[in-house]
């Protein structure tokens, strides 16, 4: 090994008296060069993409959010309570009930979700940095925070005394109905807030006290339909799901960040390994240089060869010599493509060179795992290369 890996480096730094293989050679060189550098750039970029379109859902979702599996709503007992409080790495926790109902202010109606929360809720979810305007709604009060998508669609401002946001909401029960003005529950609520995160979500939500939320549902006082946890840093997520599933007995459901938006979780994965596979390719096809290098170069050191083998090398040992060649190249092209794509991830993170708008800047994330992505991919493409081009040192070619 360490008589072919001598020769080889003697390769890689020695020119060839042919210029024609010197040109081939750079051009191996360049290919693979750029290559490690787009794809760590473009990884980088989808990185960023990604943590860019997260940031919308994660103001609003909890770390850990725990539902009935048996229904929408269920009760929660004061002993509950008093053991989710002595949880070790729950650092907060609010009750919730969302339900969706009818919405209607001058004429024009939507329906979208009534989410009741409790004093704790802005503790988890820390949605007063998200208000718009106006103020986050009192306790035990008929104020409610609404959406900037649904502040629109109404014409809709804040603290307008004189013409409250109707709520109707279907009461629970069988059977016809006789009178439709006795199937619903109504109530008026006095918007004092408006909150914007998403064009999605600015229409999703309408925040309103639990009590409330739960006298217009007709709901038991302890009847919620969610827990949402905000997590202390470092928490071990399963024990908790463990000892949750423990108090309410195996009857809830519960989720974290990423399985409460598994479809955009999915969606952005799906797209990166795409993207990934893609360039990948262009690799390959710029490897068929890398390739052709190493085959003209064993073609141009045939005399060398055959002294070799006639000295006492091994075939296996000669072959050797082309394949580490081949992926020292790879190795240290990709190192310094690898090196030219971090300088520009980070030039792009701290001067903004390129901008979606005049105001945000393409999102890019510098990640370690990117860089191994990339060199396992450039050094393992590199070396299956190497071997096919090194597979031409026989026998037959040495006679």
Aim: hydrophobic fraction near 45%; avoid cysteine; glycine fraction near 6%.
């Amino acid at each position: 090994m360490n008589f072919s890996l001598y020769i080889a480096k003697r390769y890689i730094f020695s020119k060839s008296k042919n210029s024609a293989i010197n040109i081939i050679n750079r051009i191996a060189s360049m290919g693979i060069i750029v290559g490690a550098m787009a794809l760590f750039v473009v990884l980088s970029v989808f990185s960023g993409l990604k943590v860019f379109s997260l940031s919308f859902t994660n103001e609003i979702d909890p770390d850990l959010k725990l539902t009935s599996t048996y229904g929408k709503s269920f009760l929660i007992t004061p002993d509950q309570e008093n053991q989710i409080k002595k949880m070790d790495g729950v650092a907060s926790y609010t009750k919730i009930i969302e339900e969706r109902v009818l919405f209607l202010f001058k004429g024009k109606q939507q329906v979208t979700y009534l989410k009741g929360v409790d004093s704790n809720y802005p503790v988890v979810n820390d949605i007063r940095q998200k208000l718009f305007n106006g103020q986050w709604l009192k306790s035990d009060s008929f104020q409610v925070v609404i959406g900037y998508g649904l502040a629109q669609n109404f014409s809709m401002g804040i603290l307008d005394f004189e013409n409250p946001l109707q709520i109707f909401a279907p009461k629970p029960g069988k059977g016809a109905i006789e009178n439709p003005e006795e199937a619903f529950n109504k109530t008026d609520v006095l918007p004092v807030g408006i909150y914007s995160i998403s064009e999605e979500l600015d229409s999703k939500y309408v925040f309103a006290d639990l009590g409330l939320t739960q006298e217009l549902l007709m709901y038991k006082p302890n009847q919620i339909s969610g827990i949402e946890f905000k997590l202390k840093e470092n928490a071990d997520e399963n024990a908790i799901k463990k000892q949750l599933n423990s108090i309410f007995k195996n009857k809830i459901t519960l989720k974290n960040r990423a399985q409460l938006n598994e479809s955009l979780y999915k969606m952005l994965n799906t797209e990166n390994i795409v993207v990934y596979l893609i360039f990948t390719l262009v690799i390959i096809v710029a490897l068929f240089n890398l390739v052709g290098a190493l085959i003209m170069m064993i073609l141009e050191k045939k005399g060398n060869l055959k002294t070799l083998f006639n000295l006492g090398a091994e075939v296996g040992h000669l072959r050797r010599i082309f394949l580490l060649q081949g992926t020292l190249l790879s190795f240290f092209g990709g190192l310094i493509g690898l090196v030219l794509g971090i300088i520009l991830v980070i030039l792009q993170q701290r001067y903004e060179l390129i901008m979606i708008t005049p105001t945000l800047a393409y999102p890019v994330v510098f990640s370690l795992e990117n860089v191994l992505i990339v060199m396992t991919t450039i050094v393992t493409l590199g070396f299956a290369a190497s071997l096919i081009a090194s597979s031409r040192v026989s026998k037959k070619l040495l006679d």
